[in-house]
């Protein structure tokens, strides 16, 4: 741990404390923060106050002349003038100006040298530094003291409100990203992952402008190969879990870049959802939250400080975040080859889409744009049937180009690589949620199996009617008269009926990003036949 001086950014605080060691972090969260405390485990528990997950409707984008030509406007990238911005940053460092003591971690984004950004946080918070030391790249003493200028410098001054009075301000929370000073101020929120995202947000922004893919994704390498694998897919379509495998070596579990190089992972750690955590279901996650690690907003026993992973009563986001290092079979460091394989999970709900499905180039453009699954009945208040969820690139909250863009990055890194672009479907079979079940975990381990194995390459496919992908018809490891879904419906015009439900969903959707994608791509979706 060193001292460092922040005048130069206008914080005057003497006592700032660079990069500290978690033990010492741990001492000053149990001394200084509210309701702090170690689990039995050895991890520690920290609490995020009133925000226990995202604020994406308070994220704002500085409009300036020199990225705004670029950036993809409208609900996402919700623009503030540069005024506003200086208010907000104003207020942030008079806020920081009147602690104590200040921590700065200072770290990387990005595995590959060529690309990493030098990320510099600013907070008051021993559990902010902490995560952020677990969540980016930590230097060698070597890098950090040569470390110099940072290229992103974040202000966490998450305990003071934003002003609701300052113009284009909703609320008394501000995420704001400007993407000129390489800068971003949060107020009005004490959830960490603001941090996390803001990094994962700015990778999007500058690295395609250097012709690399960004991705929401997690990415696995084979253990006797470079050749690397990348799963793309929403929150309850099994990322996750399927990239905790055993045969494979692990490159990251969540935000990654495609370069002229292959793969790199931009974080040092992983961020898991924490609800229900077992030994049993996850325990390569589960032995990672140990020393070392954070535990974020979970109730524990207060007299042997067990935690009771089951407890949602303060969040169901309930989180562990911990460095990639605690993973057994992690690839560190965390790059590796072209992928052989592009995988795009889904949880169809409705129980339509085939459990493996090969597609084109242009249906792989077209299904990165959509980036579906689905929310089943009883999940949330007044939710009866499925609900078809899209999100654009599989990380619509984080864009900042238009969708297409990244879409064109992905078309062209296939063709030039050729990697392989799947679609498989973690959801239901047999009717939708209700009527049908959930596709069996083994059998969705046997087809990801059989496609890293190069089995399902060139395995013979039927063209679906309706999606018009490619539908396995053979798998080792999975019962044949499961990979045709209609075969397993009892009423084959229901089936019919819900394929044609589904196929408008994904067209309607689609209308909104027709401007910035070819012709090719556009034709490349569903299929509604009079007939059905």
Known sequence: MSKIDLKGLDIDVEDVRRNMAPSTLYEEAIRDEEDAAIADSGALIAYSGEKTGRSPKDKRVVEDDQSKDDVWWGTINIPIEDHTYRINLERAK??????????????????????????????????????????????????????GDPDVVIYNAGRFPANRHTPGMTS?????????????????????????????????????????????????????????????GLSGTGKTTLSADPKRL???DDEHCWSDDGVFNIEGGCYAK??????????????????????????????D?????????????????????????AKIPCVAGHPSDVIFLTCDAFGVLPPVSKLTPAQAMYHFISGYTAKIAGTEMGVTEPQATFSPCFGGP??????????????DKLKKHNANVWLVNTGWTGGAHGVGSRIKLKYTRAIVDAIHSGELANAPTAVDPVFGVHVLQECPGVPSEMLT??????????????????????????QKYT?????????????IETSV
């Not at 419906?489 to 309607?508: E, H, N, P, R, V």
């Not at 401007?515 to 299929?527: F, H, N, W």
Request: glycine share 4%; aromatic share 12%.
């Open 94 to 147: 008079d806020y920081l100006n009147t602690r104590k003591k200040l921590y700065v971690i200072d770290a990387f984004a990005g595995w590959d040298p060529k690309y990493r950004l030098k990320i510099r946080v600013i907070c008051s918070r021993p559990y902010h530094a902490l995560f952020m030391h677990t969540m980016l790249i930590r230097p060698t003493p070597e890098e950090l003291n040569d470390f």
């Open 515 to 527: 401007s910035g994608v070819s012709d090719e791509v556009r034709q490349a979706g569903p299929v």
């Open 398 to 411: 984080f864009l900042v180009w238009h969708p297409g863009k990244y879409a064109e990055l992905l078309a």
């Open 172 to 232: 008394k929370t501000s995420v704001d990203v400007n993407l000129e000073d390489r800068e971003m101020v949060i107020l009005g929120t004490e959830y960490a992952g603001e941090m996390k995202k803001g990094v994962f947000t700015m990778m999007n922004y500058y690295m395609p402008k250097q012709g690399v893919l960004s991705m929401h994704c997690s990415a696995t390498s084979a253990p006797d190969s470079d050749r690397s694998s990348i799963l793309f």
């Open 250 to 252: 692990l490159i990251g």
């Open 305 to 329: 400080h067990h935690v009771d992973f089951t407890d949602t009563s303060i969040t169901q986001n309930t989180r562990g975040a911990y460095p990639i290092e605690f993973i057994r079979n």
């Open 274 to 303: 924490a609800i229900d955590l077992t030994p049993d279901n996850e325990p390569e996650i589960f032995q990672a939250l140990r020393f070392g690690s954070v535990l974020e907003n979970v109730v524990y026993d207060k007299e």
């Open 485 to 510: 879904p209609k075969t397993t419906w009892a009423d084959a015009a229901q089936y019919d009926a819900t394929a044609s439900k589904l196929a408008s969903l994904f067209i309607d959707n689609f």
